[in-house]
């Protein structure tokens, strides 16, 4: 007889957490002890291709992937594996990755909360298996929920924890000193490296700050990503970023195209693909191996929000308190930047042209949106998804954009991003083909991460008015 796991899903991981709940027996979320799983029927993308193939089988245990097809798979069966069998319709695809992944909310007006309670099970619900802060406001906080994911007492996707941002962005715990000398810098990232930290994200920092940051980082073979400027003020261009070694970028690439006499976004409204400045920055991302997170949409959601792509597929809002969703609704609706709103289209073209011109596998996905509680982030993932679609890109790049490429921007491809023998089992199941119509994968109908199976509708109950303070006594947490 199988045995299952007991799992006690615990309060403790920071403001808002008040609930408990303990399982037995063999169900969602569960992981039994010894047994395999075959995933049988439908088809499968496994994230090294651009095809959907049939699905030839899929053997799960230990929670990784043990055959993709082959006499593996009747073996299995022959064994008495449990057997979860798909439609005809329905598609496999490795699990998704947000590698600028904000737990961070301001509801209130008040400043940002990492929010640990409701969005591990938004990007859980959403097919998101492994996110990627890329700073956080409270490191404390973010390591709690990490370990508590780990250790079964959350649920919630797998967290590669990014601790504090390194430059003037850096709020919370501890405000960034700006006089804080390489030695420091050091022993700060020893320290988070010491804690969990997986990488680190640089923002607001100057240039010797950066050097050291980045040095310190890969001697402990930890990556730096960094949202930089274009050299104006102080900021760091990303081309100098890349000679010192920096391992991705956010948001733009710089170069000549973003002179040092103004700012960045400055001179990104007037960027375009036929700049030879462009095409010249381009080259330097492709020539040296620098991964790019466009993070598109986070900038549409201060602009008139495209309607092809921040339309509301799910009620999103019902995942607030009834006292926050009135909070909300009071700040409502927000002004269009028109800065922002430029930028999102010109990031539309300037993603199609990075891709044309070979970058397609440095490309990451990035949903980058500290909410104020009309978009979360777990949902995010679908709109950049199609938004690099309607900008030009393949169905099948653009989900490898979310799997393949992240895992290896990250230095995680030997067990995560593609849906291979001893990889971890990583695997969203979708209604519909993605390469048909990429909004299939708003439709998530089963998400197994390491092996354990969950169901995205019971997910989503759980999270269902538990986001936001539940009257003014709780304001201040928030």
């Known amino acids: 007889m199988t045995r299952c796991k007991r799992r006690k899903w615990a309060a403790g991981l920071g403001a808002g957490l008040g609930f408990l709940l303990l399982l037995s027996g063999c169900g969602e979320g569960d992981v039994p002890e010894g047994a395999s799983r075959v995933v049988q029927g439908g088809a499968l993308f496994d994230g090294t291709g651009d095809q959907v193939v049939p699905n030839p089988g899929i053997v799960l245990a230990d929670g990784r992937i043990q055959a993709v097809g082959g006499p593996a798979v009747e073996e299995a069966l022959a064994a008495g594996a449990r057997v979860t069998p798909l439609r005809d319709e329905e598609v496999v695809i490795p699990g998704l990755f947000d590698l600028h992944a904000h737990y961070a909310v301001d509801l209130l007006g008040q400043g940002r909360v990492d929010e640990t309670q409701v969005y591990p099970l938004l990007f859980l619900a959403n097919g998101v298996t492994s996110t990627f802060p890329a700073g956080e406001v409270n490191p404390t906080r973010m390591r709690e929920l990490r370990l508590g994911i780990e250790a079964g007492d959350a649920r919630g996707p797998r967290i590669f924890n990014s601790g504090p941002y390194f430059g003037t962005a850096r709020e919370g715990e501890s405000e960034w000193d700006p006089e804080i000398t390489a030695e420091e810098i050091q022993a700060e990232v020893d320290h988070w490296v010491e804690l969990g930290a997986h990488g680190f994200k640089a923002k607001g920092i100057t240039a010797p700050h950066l050097e050291a940051l980045i040095e310190r980082a890969h001697h402990h073979g930890r990556t730096v990503t960094g949202h930089l400027g274009s050299g104006f003020r102080g900021t760091v261009n990303p081309r100098d970023a890349i000679h010192m070694g920096i391992d991705r970028v956010e948001h733009f690439k710089g170069g000549d195209a973003m002179p040092p006499d ?79 709103e430029r930028i999102y289209w010109v990031k539309r073209d300037l993603i199609r042209a990075f891709y044309e011109l070979g970058g397609g596998e440095l490309i990451t996905l990035g949903t980058d949106h500290p909410s104020w509680g009309e978009y979360f982030s777990g949902f995010s ?27 290896r921007a990250l230095g995680v491809d030997d067990r995560l991003g593609t849906i291979e023998e001893g990889k971890l089992a990583d695997l969203v199941v979708l209604r519909g083909d993605p390469l048909e119509d990429i909004r299939n994968t708003r439709s998530p109908r089963l998400v197994v991460k390491e092996g354990t199976v969950y169901t995205p509708t019971a997910l989503l109950v759980r999270a269902d008015g538990r986001l936001g303070p539940r009257g003014p006594k709780e304001v201040e947490e928030w």
Do not use: C, K, W
Request: zero cysteines.
């Open 262 to 340: 103004r700012s960045a976004y400055a001179s990104l409204v007037e960027m375009h693909p036929e700049m030879p400045e462009f095409e010249a920055i381009s080259r330097l991302f492709i020539d040296e191996g620098v991964f790019y997170n466009a993070t598109i949409t986070a900038y549409g959601y201060f602009g008139e929000r495209d309607p092809e792509v921040f339309d509301y597929f799910h009620d999103e809002m019902r995942y607030l308190t009834p006292y926050a969703g009135e909070r909300v609704e009071e700040r409502l609706p927000r002004s269009v930047n028109e800065q922002f």
């Open 381 to 407: 993932v679908h709109r950049e998804l199609h938004a690099f679609v309607l900008a030009g890109i393949p169905e099948a790049s653009a989900l490898r954009f979310a799997t393949m490429n992240a895992a």
